[in-house]
């Protein structure tokens, strides 16, 4: 059985990386995540919730178990098309665990201040600075303030 | 060895909305009191929008769930025969530390549901004994909002102008109008100008983690501080595991274990439970003993019964012109309440709210939380581009009806680090709940249609969605029938209140915090006109 406890090896980081740049593929300027280098950024989350250090761990020892995926010499040594066929075939198979996986590759590409500039999102936290809006304007409820009570007393 | 203190006249269980009103109210009266915490304070710099993981933290140490956050002051919570997973804070402040503050009231009608709709029961008490109470808390903890909402009774100025509505709110705000629906800014306790020493919001978006600018209504910062400057002693890192009796059955204190492990005993003159729906039945059913064998103040059987959430529709528009709808207070813009009332020509009674939110970061947006996940693949990038800081929800707050089968019960394996019992669960969701949901959805896709969305996508039931917890002591004239009397008063001992959402008949179709808060004056207001006995 694998061991959902354990720490990456370097060949699943490896294959992490390389099924990153598939799940979030390189855009204007920016390479895909994994080759962004976020894979580590994906290692350190699975620290701050163990549903996220089982599924990255499920995911990577199914990748490695694939029968089809070892014929072929591993995920690494697979062409682009078999790849997201693997995945595919993953996301089937192990929907909940698969989806955790994503979000975690979401989170890690999501909060890199490179990909923040890209999207036009200020970076950093919420605080201080805030956002402006125009203050309320009473005019907005002309329509609404015609109707009549319609309350039910009781 | 148990460490026993000295005496007090009122012991308050909890810190958050209910608790921390009776604590201000009766330290103007001179009773002494004492107020048991079982989290800490947690400081302003902490607030995860102070830091730029905030998303991060936001699904991790600061998940709206427990049983996710997993913190030293949270206890577990089975959740498997419930189909809603309660979620709930524990600090200095309770669940305000990181509710959103949207604070509508309840209609004079949803104290009457039996006499108008023959279903569930009335209350003991009316909107109109209420409405003085709900002014003070409004006053308390800050209402920003604008009164001549014409679906609600006329009601005082509120403290505060409405928060920003924004372009987002008022594009829905006109599709409403075009429907002739009514729509109106909502009530919100998150200051729009600076009030009581408290900064105005700025509008950052999450007010869903804690507001280190002091602008949301949390008692930690609206009523505490001048509780605490007024004589009430807050004891943190104090976990409460028995509410103790003599043999007449009247509360001597709790008993409870302090950060060390140590038990400590703290004896009282009477006992508040202001621990939220779940914890309060949780310590009560915890509490047996000769007089109470069943339970504390449970002749009734009813203690944990009734067990009511507001069950959650998601309705998300997805639009085209760019609003950047993050900006702006999370679920704090405007709230329709076209259906609230019981419709004869539907299948089912009782109504909903639709209450309006907006958006939220980048990590919210592709994982999902207000329209979907984005897909992964090929089509990712420009899928996340439609979707980043254009969509605004509808979300559907339905009133759920009580039923003996949705109930807390204690765990009988599973306990919290101290070894204290959990709750376990148990819920699911009614027909009528589920054919509200199902015309709350239709009608909500109608309205965002309306104001233009591209897409429109339906979460017709959320599971993460047991923010308000009620029902589970409720309050009423039967002893037979209710665990409380109007006053929050227990029918079994004439020491022992109960002040949070666990009193609650029904449930209306708001979020519950103004009643809860609204009731916990009125019961501090009647201890203090009517129990002088119990002062020392």
């Known amino acids: 059985?694998?061991?959902?406890?354990?720490?990456?090896?370097?060949?699943?980081?490896?294959?992490?990386?390389?099924?990153?740049?598939?799940?979030?593929?390189?855009?204007?300027?920016?390479?895909?995540?994994?080759?962004?280098?976020?894979?580590?950024?994906?290692?350190e989350l699975t620290g701050r919730r163990p549903e996220y250090r089982d599924a990255l761990s499920a995911v990577l020892d199914a990748l490695s178990l694939d029968p089809s995926v070892r014929a072929e010499g591993g995920f690494t040594a697979l062409e682009e098309d078999q790849r997201l066929a693997a995945l595919h075939a993953l996301e089937a198979a192990m929907p909940a665990?698969?989806?955790?996986?994503?979000?975690?590759?979401?989170?890690?590409?999501?909060?890199?201040?490179?990909?923040?500039?890209?999207?036009?999102?200020?970076s950093g936290p919420l605080q201080p600075l805030g956002w402006e809006l125009p203050k309320f304007d009473p005019s907005v409820l002309e329509t609404v303030s015609q109707r009549k009570p319609f309350w039910r007393k009781a | 060895m148990t460490i026993t203190h000295e005496p007090t006249d009122i012991l308050i269980l909890g810190s958050g909305a209910s608790g921390a009103a009776v604590a201000w109210r009766l330290a103007n009266s001179d009773f002494n009191i004492v107020c048991l915490e079982q989290g800490r304070w947690i400081k302003p710099e902490e607030y995860p929008n102070e830091h730029k993981d905030w998303e991060i933290q936001a699904r991790t140490n600061w998940a709206f769930d427990p049983n996710v956050r997993k913190l030293d002051s949270d206890y577990p919570i089975n959740v498997d025969e419930s189909s809603i997973d309660p979620l709930m804070f524990n600090a200095v402040g309770g669940s305000t530390v990181h509710w959103t503050a949207h604070t509508p009231r309840f209609h004079p009608s949803d104290f009457r549901v039996k006499t108008l709709d023959g279903v569930a029961d009335d209350w003991p008490l009316t909107y109109d004994e209420l409405e003085p109470f709900y002014d003070a808390y409004d006053a308390l903890m800050g209402c920003s909002g604008i009164n001549g909402d014409p679906a609600n009774p006329p009601r005082t100025e509120r403290p505060m102008p409405p928060l920003p509505i924004g372009p987002d709110g008022e594009r829905m705000a006109k599709a409403f109008d075009r429907l002739?629906?009514?729509?109106?800014?909502?009530?919100?306790?998150?200051?729009?100008?600076?009030?009581?020493?408290?900064?105005?919001?700025?509008?950052?978006?999450?007010?869903?983690?804690?507001?280190?600018?002091?602008?949301?209504?949390?008692?930690?910062?609206?009523?505490?501080?001048?509780?605490?400057?007024?004589?009430?002693?807050?004891?943190?890192?104090?976990?409460?595991?028995?509410?103790?009796?003599?043999?007449?059955?009247r509360a001597t204190g709790a008993s409870y274990y302090d950060a060390n492990g140590d038990v400590n005993f703290q004896p009282a003159n009477a006992v508040v439970m202001a621990m939220n729906g779940i914890g309060s039945p949780r310590i009560m059913l915890n509490s047996m003993s000769d007089s109470h064998a069943n339970g504390l103040c449970n002749s009734s059987g009813?203690?944990?019964?009734?067990?009511?959430?507001?069950?959650?529709?998601?309705?998300?528009?997805?639009?085209?012109?760019?609003?950047?709808?993050y900006k702006g207070a999370l679920a704090n813009m405007i709230l329709s309440q076209e259906f609230y009332e019981t419709d004869p020509d539907k299948d089912f009674v009782r109504g909903y709210t639709y209450q309006v939110a907006r958006s939220s970061g980048p990590v919210s947006t592709a994982c999902g939380y207000m329209f979907g996940r984005v897909p992964w693949g090929a089509d990712h990038h420009t899928e996340f581009g439609r979707r980043f800081g254009d969509v605004t929800v509808l979300g559907v707050i339905g009133e759920d009806l009580p039923e003996e089968h949705n109930r807390v019960e204690l765990d009988s394996k599973l306990t919290d680090s101290n070894g204290i019992p959990s709750p376990k669960v148990f819920y699911k969701l009614s027909k009528n709940s589920r054919k509200q949901l199902d015309d709350a959805v239709e009608n909500a896709?109608?309205?965002?249609?309306?104001?233009?969305?591209?897409?429109?996508?339906?979460?017709?039931?959320l599971k993460v969605a047991g923010w308000h917890l009620m029902g589970t002591a409720r309050m009423g004239d039967d002893a037979d029938s209710s665990v409380v009397d109007k006053w929050g008063q227990a029918h079994d001992a004439d020491n022992i209140f109960v002040v949070d959402g666990s009193v609650f008949v029904t449930c209306a179709a708001v979020n519950p915090t103004p009643t809860i808060g609204a009731l916990a004056l009125r019961t501090a207001d009647y201890i203090d006109r009517e129990r002088s006995d119990l002062k020392s």
């Open chain 2, 302 to 325: 009813l203690v944990g019964k009734n067990l009511m959430f507001h069950p959650y529709a998601m309705v998300s528009g997805l639009f085209d012109d760019g609003l950047q709808t």
């Open chain 1, 1 to 43: 059985m694998p061991d959902r406890e354990r720490n990456l090896t370097d060949s699943d980081r490896i294959v992490l990386k390389a099924v990153m740049d598939l799940v979030v593929p390189a855009v204007d300027d920016l390479p895909g995540a994994g080759e962004m280098g976020l894979a580590g950024n994906v290692e």
């Open chain 1, 97 to 122: 665990k698969f989806d955790v996986f994503i979000d975690l590759i979401y989170i890690a590409y999501y909060s890199d201040e490179r990909v923040h500039e890209r999207i036009g999102w200020r």
């Open chain 2, 180 to 249: 002739g629906w009514h729509w109106w800014p909502s009530d919100s306790y998150v200051n729009s100008v600076p009030y009581r020493g408290r900064n105005a919001c700025n509008n950052c978006g999450n007010t869903g983690l804690g507001c280190s600018r002091g602008a949301k209504g949390q008692t930690d910062v609206a009523i505490w501080p001048e509780a605490i400057a007024n004589g009430v002693e807050l004891r943190t890192d104090s976990r409460v595991f028995r509410v103790e009796t003599d043999s007449d059955g």
């Open chain 2, 445 to 461: 896709e109608t309205a965002l249609n309306e104001a233009g969305a591209i897409q429109v996508l339906a979460t017709r039931f």
